[in-house]
């Protein structure tokens, strides 16, 4: 059974950093497509970025150039690192790779325990 965990969520004021960590387990990332996906209170899940099995990123406008998502195959692990955040990038963060949306759903609260950043002003 493939899962993912996210960590690396915390409590910051704007203009702060932190770098989410996605890890597998029951898969490689190796050969599978990426995403992160954010539920800010009150929203539906959206897709924040993504990384394809050859390293190439895909980023919501409203994060690019402060954003960076990237993979370790080494430790099979994917991370998010977030730069100058904002009270908008608040919310719930979630890993998914395709296998796993395609199991539970696209409600990403079904993918697994997400990890929490909440940015101040």
């Known amino acids: 059974e493939v899962q993912l965990v996210e960590s690396g969520g915390g409590s910051v004021q704007a203009g702060g950093s932190l770098r989410l960590s996605c890890k597998a387990s029951?898969?490689?990332?190796?050969?599978?497509?990426v995403g992160w996906y954010r539920q800010a209170p009150g929203n539906e899940c959206e897709l924040v970025s993504s990384?394809?099995?050859?390293?190439?990123?895909y980023y919501k406008e409203s994060v690019k150039g402060r954003f960076t998502v990237s993979h370790d195959n080494a430790r099979n692990t994917v991370y998010l690192q977030m730069n100058s955040l904002k009270p908008e990038d608040t919310g719930v963060y979630y890993c998914?790779?395709?296998?796993?949306?395609?199991?539970?759903?696209?409600?990403?609260?079904?993918w697994g325990q997400g990890t929490q950043v909440t940015v101040s002003s």
């Open positions: 998914v790779v395709p296998r796993v949306m395609q199991l539970r759903g696209r409600d990403c609260w079904n």
């Open positions: 990384i394809t099995t050859d390293g190439k990123p």
């Open positions: 029951g898969m490689t990332f190796y050969d599978s497509d």
